[in-house]
């Protein structure tokens, strides 16, 4: 039973994005940890103003919460919410499942030599100088649903790998446990026990990456992610501390 996240879960056929939704419930004085789940969205949100493509079939969900932290701290919450996605997948499924920071789970693919997308991690916040006011993670988790074409070099659902169709309750249900189980210990222990988890099957550590930040490209070897979930780069120039962007894994 989840003590916080899913205390209160709003189901509803079709929205534009459940982001927006549980910010209506945000901004009307609702407790953390109410969930909306929607099994279609006509605008689902990716970061930076991307589109997130949101059929029938997948999981498409938005969390509620109100920690207490830093607006610095944020990241974390992404991390939080993308290890609890990727355990309860592996566990469910027994497939191969990593984690491409800062906010993508991949899978293995069925060829065997690559992983792909399953699932993307949106976190929004409102917040004072110092302190959250609130914060909205969205997980998008392909289970059953189609991929468009253009999207198929990068995007798998788990019904492409497990050739079957997944029960998305039974899924569901894992994911928001573990979601709350992270979430409290994170108020409880702070984040190193989950970032030993996170570092475990991080897709990232040790490779060589390249990052798209807004405004530059950073190149070198991924070396850790931190307390905050910063990336720590080794690049030409010295050791970089990145905050957030797309990462290619530079294969050799
Ligand atoms: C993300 O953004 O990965 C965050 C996705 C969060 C989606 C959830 S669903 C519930 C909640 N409500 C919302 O409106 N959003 C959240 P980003 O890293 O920027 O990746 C976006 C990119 O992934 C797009 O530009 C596409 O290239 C690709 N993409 C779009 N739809 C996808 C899908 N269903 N599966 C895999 N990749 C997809």
């Not at 916080?4 to 945000?26: C, E, M, N, P």
């Not at 169709?165 to 894992?174: E, G, I, M």
């Not at 992610?225 to 957030?244: F, M, S, W």
Request: glycine residues 10%.
């Amino acid at each position: 039973m989840s003590r916080i996240i899913g205390r209160k879960i709003f189901h509803y056929v079709r929205v534009t994005s459940t982001q927006d939704k549980a910010k209506k419930l945000a901004e009307n004085g609702f407790a953390e940890g109410a969930v909306i789940i929607a099994e279609i969205q006509t605008q689902g949100k990716g970061r930076l103003g991307r589109r997130w493509v949101s059929p029938r079939g997948g999981i498409w969900l938005s969390v509620l919460l109100r920690p207490e932290i830093t607006p610095m701290e944020v990241p974390k919450i992404t991390m939080i919410g993308s290890l609890a996605v990727a355990k309860a997948i592996a566990e469910l499924t027994r497939l191969e499942v990593k984690l491409k920071w800062p906010n993508d789970v991949l899978i293995r693919t069925i060829s065997g030599f690559e992983f792909k997308k399953v699932c993307g991690v949106l976190t929004e916040m409102v917040s004072g100088v110092s302190r959250v006011n609130y914060v909205i993670t969205g997980l998008g988790i392909n289970v059953n649903n189609r991929i468009p074409a253009p999207l198929r070099a990068k995007a798998i659902s788990l019904k492409e790998v497990t050739g079957r169709n997944l029960p998305r309750q039974k899924l569901l249900r894992k994911v928001l446990e573990k979601f709350d189980k992270y979430y409290l210990n994170f108020g409880k222990q702070g984040m190193a026990p989950i970032l030993k988890e996170y570092r475990g099957m991080s897709a990232v550590l040790r490779r060589e990456v390249k990052i798209e930040c807004p405004g530059r490209i950073i190149k070198g070897k991924a070396l850790d992610i931190d307390e905050y979930g910063a990336l720590i780069v080794k690049t030409q120039g010295g050791k970089e501390r990145v905050i957030a962007g797309d990462v290619t894994i530079v294969k050799r």
